[in-house]
C-alpha cells in the first residue's frame, strides 16, 4: 500500500474525513515520515568559519615572519604576534559565527505555515508539522504545505508553474478516482507542494511529503533567505580593494626607506607587514553585516520582519510609503453600525464581539423578526460568508451557589473581519449560522474577486427552491440588479430607486462607514451557469460598517511628514469614505485630490505620472493599480515602500522598491515578493522600521569613519616618521596590539549606537547617494590626519626631550590608542562636536572604551608585559604631553565643524 492510499484509508475511517487527524495520530505519523521540508544545502561547519580568518594573504605572511622570527631568537615577540593574530581570529569568527546564527534564526522566523483540521478543528501549524493524511485547508494565495489530493473544491485554481512551466493557473476539481503515472500538469484532482492557489478554496488530504514529494524531486529549487551582499556590501568591497593598494603601497615605501636609513631588514620588513595588517580594513565588511544584522533583529523586535538585507539600506531612503487601510491603518475589528434598507436607515448597537445589541429607527427600538427588509439583509449578510462565529460556554464551578451565577457566554471568529461583523450583526437579529445552515445548504460558490468586488453563493433550501445571494461593493452591487426588495414586495428598480440607493450609500460612506451591499434572487433550476448567476439580481439592502483607525497610526502619520515621506492610502473603499479616514488620519486635507479606480482606468501613464504627486488617496483601486501607481512614483523620482496582502498585490509589492507583506493577513505569494513582513500588519511598523534603517545606515557611516580615520592616523604616523628620518614610532607587536584594542569591540559597539532624536525630523537621503556623502570623506582623512600628527609629536618631543626611544615609543604607543579611543566618542554624531554629544546612552561602548583603556595601562604598567611590547612605564609628564596632545584633535575638529556650522548659515 503506498503512502497515498495508507493516507486515505485511514483519514476515511468511520467516514471522518471532515475531523481531519488527531493531535496524537499527526504526532505518531510525524515520527514516522519525519519533517515536511526539503533537503537543505550543507552549512558552512564553526570549524571552517575558524579556518577561513587565517586565510588573508597578509595574515599568513605575517605568520610566516613571526615563524622566521622566533627561529631567530624572538620567541616571546613571536608568541605574542601569534596570540593577537588568533584573538583578532577569533573575534572575527564570533562576528562571522554570529551572524550565521542571525540568518539561520531569520530563516525560522519566515517559516511557511498550513491550515490543517485536527480533531475537528482547523488550526495553522509550522508546514514542517504537516503529515500524510492531514486534512489541508486550502485558499486564495495560499502556498500548498504538500501534495495532496482535493475531497472538496469551489472554483480552485493553482499556480503550478514551478513544476509544469506553464503560467496559466489550472483548475482543480476532485476526482472519483486516482489515476497513476500521469504528469504533474495533467492531474486536476490532485495539488502540489510549493504551488500557490490563485483563486477559489478547498480542501485536501496529505498523501507525500519532503522529499517524497513532486518538489522534493526537485529539490533545489526549495525558496531560502536572501543572502547576498547588500549594494553597500558591495561598494565597500571595491572601496577596500583601493584601500589595500594604497596601504601596500605606503607600507613598501615605509619599509623600503627604513631599510636605506639603516634600520634591520627583518624588522622593516616585519614593520611593514604589521602595518599592512593594522591599516587595511579587512573587517569592514563583516562589521557591516553585522550591523545589518543587528538592525533587522531591532526591527524584529519591533515587529518587523526583513526578508532582504539590502531592504535596511533602501529603508531609509523611502520618500512615499503607500499603505492598504484595513487592518494597517486601522485595527481590522470591523463591526456594523446602519443598515439601509425600504427606504430607511436603521442603526445597530452593541460590541463588535457581542450577539446582544439593539436595532434603532427614527429614534425606537425595532425587532429583526418583525421587520422582512431588515431580516433579509441580515441572512444574505450570514449566508453568503465564509467566516465562522462559535458560541463557547463558560463552565465555571461555584459550588452550591452555581445556580445564582449567571453562565456567560463567549464567541469565537475566524475568517474575514468584513465577514465576521456581518455573522455578529445576524446574531443580534437572531439570524444565526447554526439556525440558517439548517435551512440553507450550500451548493456551489463564486469566490470574492478583487476586480469583480463582489462574492456569490448559490443555496438551497428546504423546499428544493435555489437562490444566488450575492454581497459586494455597494455601487457594483447597484448595477447587477433590476429588482428592489420592498414592503410591498419585490419591484423594479428604476433610476429614482438607483439615485435614492446611491444617495444613502454617499451618506453612510460620509460617516467613515465602508459599505457592502447584498443582493438575491431565485434562480429557475440547478442546471444553472456561473457566468449567468450575478445578473438581474433583486436589491436588498446596504450594510455599514466601521473598522476604527489604530491609535497609534496619526502619530505615524505626524512622523512620517516630519521624516519627509508622504503616505498615501490605498483602498478598495468608496471614495467618500477613504477621504474621511484619510483626513481624520491626516493623511489627507479637506478638498485634497482623491482618485478612484475608474478615474485610473481612463487615464495613461504619462497623465497618471503628472498628477501622481498630487493625489494621497486612491479609492475603489484593484491590486493591478497599485502596480500603475508604483511605477508613476518611481518615474518621479521617489523611492516606493508598497503594501500588499492578497496573490494580486505580488507584481506591485515587487515593483516597489521596499514590498511590504502583511505577516497577519497577507498570502505566502506576497510574502515571498516582499523585502519586509509586517508581524502586526500595522502601518506604524512600517514607520518604525524607516526609522530603524536610518539608524543601522547612519551607525554603519559612523563605524566607517572611525575605522578608516584610526587606519590612517596609524598608517601617517609610520608613513611621516619614517620619511623624517625619525626612528620608528612604533614596533610591529605594538602595531598589532593597537589594531585589537581599537579596531575591535569599540567599532563593534558603535553598531549599537541609538538613533539621533531628530533622525525622523530630516528629509530621506538619495537612493543614489554615497556613503561618503555630506563631507564625510574630508572628515575622515581631517581626523586621521590629526590622529598620526598627534602622536609623531609627542613621540618627537619626548624623544627629543630625553633621548630615550623606549619611552618616546611607549607615549606614542599610549597617544595613538588614546587619541583614538577619544575620536570614537567623536564619531557618535557627525552634526554635533564632542562637547555637544551625550557620552553615555551606548553603555556597550562605554564598556569597550573602558576594557581598551585597561589593556593599553596593562601593556605599559606590567612588567610581564613590558618585556613583550617593549614599553616602559611613563611619567607624570609624559601622561601631561600625551593628555594635551590626545585633547588636541577633538578641539581642532570642533573648532572647524563649529565654524562650517556658521558659514553653511
Not at 173 to 189: F, I, L, M, Y
Not at 315 to 325: F, Y
Request: aromatic share 6%; net charge neutral; proline share 4%.
Amino acid at each position: 500500500m503506498n503512502i497515498l492510499e495508507s493516507a486515505l484509508q485511514n483519514s476515511n475511517k468511520d467516514n471522518k474525513v471532515k475531523y481531519g487527524l488527531s493531535e496524537k495520530e499527526a504526532e505518531k505519523r510525524y515520527k514516522k515520515y519525519g519533517p515536511n521540508t526539503l533537503a537543505e544545502k550543507k552549512k558552512i561547519s564553526p570549524f571552517k568559519i575558524l579556518i577561513a580568518q587565517f586565510s588573508d594573504f597578509m595574515v599568513l605572511i605575517l605568520l610566516a615572519s613571526t615563524l622566521i622570527s622566533a627561529f631567530m631568537g624572538e620567541l616571546t615577540e613571536a608568541i605574542t604576534i601569534v596570540s593577537i593574530v588568533i584573538l583578532n581570529a577569533l573575534m572575527g569568527f564570533v562576528q562571522e559565527y554570529r551572524t550565521e546564527k542571525t540568518l539561520e534564526a531569520l530563516k525560522s522566523l519566515a517559516a511557511p505555515v498550513a491550515k490543517v483540521v485536527r480533531d475537528g478543528k482547523t488550526v495553522e501549524i509550522p508546514a514542517e508539522k504537516v503529515v500524510p493524511g492531514d486534512l489541508v485547508v486550502l485558499e486564495t494565495g495560499d502556498r500548498i504545505p504538500a501534495d495532496a489530493v482535493l475531497i472538496e473544491s469551489h472554483g480552485l485554481c493553482v499556480d503550478e508553474s514551478l513544476l509544469t512551466g506553464e503560467s496559466v493557473p489550472v483548475e482543480k476539481q476532485v476526482e472519483a478516482g486516482g489515476r497513476k503515472n500521469v504528469n504533474a500538469g495533467e492531474r486536476n484532482g490532485t495539488v502540489y507542494m510549493g504551488t500557490v492557489v490563485t483563486s477559489g478554496r478547498g480542501k485536501a488530504v496529505v498523501c507525500s511529503t519532503g522529499m517524497m514529494t513532486e518538489m522534493g524531486k526537485i529539490a533545489d529549487m526549495i525558496q531560502n533567505i536572501e543572502t547576498e551582499q547588500t549594494p553597500l556590501q558591495k561598494r565597500l568591497d571595491t572601496l577596500g580593494k583601493y584601500i589595500v593598494y594604497g596601504c601596500l603601497t605606503i607600507c613598501a615605501i615605509v619599509t623600503v626607506t627604513g631599510i636605506l636609513r639603516g634600520e634591520k631588514l627583518f624588522t622593516m620588513f616585519l614593520s611593514g607587514i604589521s602595518l599592512a595588517v593594522a591599516a587595511v580594513p579587512e573587517g569592514l565588511p563583516a562589521i557591516v553585516t553585522i550591523a545589518l544584522a543587528l538592525g533587522v533583529q531591532r526591527m524584529y523586535k519591533r515587529n518587523a520582519f526583513i526578508r532582504k538585507l539590502p531592504a535596511v539600506e533602501t529603508l531609509g531612503c523611502a520618500s512615499v510609503i503607500c499603505s492598504d487601510k484595513t487592518g494597517t491603518l486601522t485595527e481590522n475589528k470591523m463591526t456594523v453600525r446602519k443598515i439601509y434598507t425600504n427606504g430607511g436607515f436603521v442603526e445597530v448597537k452593541g460590541s463588535p464581539l457581542s450577539s446582544e445589541g439593539e436595532f434603532i429607527s427614527l429614534k425606537r427600538k425595532i425587532d429583526p423578526k418583525n421587520n422582512n427588509s431588515l431580516r433579509l439583509t441580515l441572512e444574505i449578510g450570514v449566508l453568503c460568508n465564509n467566516a465562522s462565529m462559535v458560541r463557547i460556554k463558560e463552565n465555571r464551578s461555584f459550588g452550591k451557589i452555581a445556580s445564582l451565577v449567571p453562565r456567560t457566554e463567549k464567541w469565537e471568529l475566524s475568517g474575514d473581519p468584513t465577514e465576521a461583523a456581518l455573522l455578529v450583526a445576524g446574531a443580534k437579529g437572531g439570524c444565526t449560522q447554526e439556525l440558517l445552515n439548517e435551512s440553507y445548504t450550500r451548493i456551489d460558490e463564486i469566490p470574492f474577486d478583487s476586480d469583480r468586488k463582489c462574492m456569490s453563493v448559490i443555496c438551497e433550501n428546504e423546499r428544493g427552491e435555489v437562490f444566488v445571494f450575492t454581497k459586494g461593493a455597494a455601487d457594483v452591487i447597484i448595477e447587477k440588479c433590476s429588482k428592489i426588495y420592498t414592503s410591498r414586495g419585490i419591484v423594479d428598480l428604476d433610476e429614482a430607486g438607483v439615485k435614492r440607493v446611491l444617495k444613502a450609500n454617499d451618506d453612510m460612506a460620509k460617516e467613515a462607514l465602508r459599505v457592502l451591499g447584498v443582493a438575491f434572487r431565485r434562480l429557475d433550476s440547478k442546471n444553472y451557469r456561473l457566468d449567468d448567476v450575478e445578473k438581474d439580481l433583486v436589491f436588498a439592502g446596504l450594510i455599514g460598517m466601521i473598522d476604527p483607525p489604530r491609535k497609534e497610526t496619526l502619530d505615524a502619520v505626524r512622523k512620517c511628514k516630519l521624516a519627509g515621506i508622504k503616505p498615501v492610502m490605498i483602498t478598495g473603499d468608496h471614495k467618500i469614505t477613504a477621504a474621511a479616514i484619510a483626513r481624520e488620519l491626516n493623511i489627507a486635507s479637506e478638498g485634497d485630490r482623491v482618485l478612484t479606480g475608474a478615474q485610473l482606468e481612463q487615464m495613461d501613464d504619462k497623465r497618471l505620472e503628472e498628477l501622481v504627486d498630487e493625489v494621497s488617496v486612491y479609492a475603489r483601486v484593484s491590486p493591478r493599480h497599485k502596480l500603475r501607481i508604483v511605477r508613476a512614483l518611481k518615474k518621479r523620482g521617489h523611492v516606493v515602500a508598497m503594501t500588499g496582502d492578497g496573490v494580486n498585490d505580488a507584481p506591485a509589492i515587487k515593483e516597489a522598491d521596499i514590498g511590504v507583506a502583511m505577516g497577519i493577513t497577507g498570502t505566502d505569494v506576497t510574502k515571498e515578493a516582499s523585502s519586509m513582513i509586517l508581524l502586526d500588519d500595522n502601518f506604524a511598523t512600517i514607520v518604525a522600521a524607516v526609522e530603524e534603517g536610518r539608524v543601522i545606515y547612519n551607525n554603519i557611516r559612523k563605524f566607517i569613519r572611525y575605522m578608516l580615520s584610526c587606519n590612517i592616523g596609524e598608517v601617517l604616523t609610520m608613513f611621516v616618521g619614517t620619511l623624517i628620518g625619525l626612528p620608528l614610532p612604533l614596533l610591529p607587536i605594538q602595531i598589532l596590539w593597537v589594531n585589537l584594542v581599537t579596531d575591535g569591540l569599540p567599532a563593534i559597539a558603535l553598531g549599537l549606537e541609538p538613533g539621533d532624536k531628530d533622525i525622523m525630523m530630516r528629509p530621506p537621503r538619495g537612493a543614489k547617494e554615497n556613503i561618503f556623502s555630506n563631507g564625510l570623506w574630508q572628515l575622515i582623512i581631517f581626523r586621521g590626519a590629526l590622529i598620526g600628527l598627534s602622536t609623531l609629536a609627542v613621540f618627537a618631543s619626548i624623544l627629543n626631550f630625553t633621548s630615550n626611544v623606549d619611552v618616546a615609543r611607549t607615549a606614542a604607543f599610549v597617544t595613538l590608542v588614546i587619541t583614538q579611543l577619544i575620536h570614537v566618542f567623536e564619531c557618535k554624531s557627525e552634526r554635533k562636536n564632542i562637547f555637544e554629544i551625550p557620552l553615555f546612552n551606548n553603555i556597550p561602548l562605554v564598556l569597550a572604551v573602558l576594557c581598551s583603556l585597561v589593556m593599553i595601562l596593562g601593556v605599559v604598567y606590567i612588567p610581564l608585559f613590558q618585556g613583550i611590547f617593549k614599553t616602559v612605564p611613563l611619567s607624570l609628564n609624559d601622561w601631561i604631553l600625551i593628555g594635551g596632545f590626545s585633547a588636541l584633535g577633538p578641539v581642532i575638529s570642533s573648532f572647524f565643524k563649529v565654524n562650517y556650522k556658521y558659514i553653511r548659515r
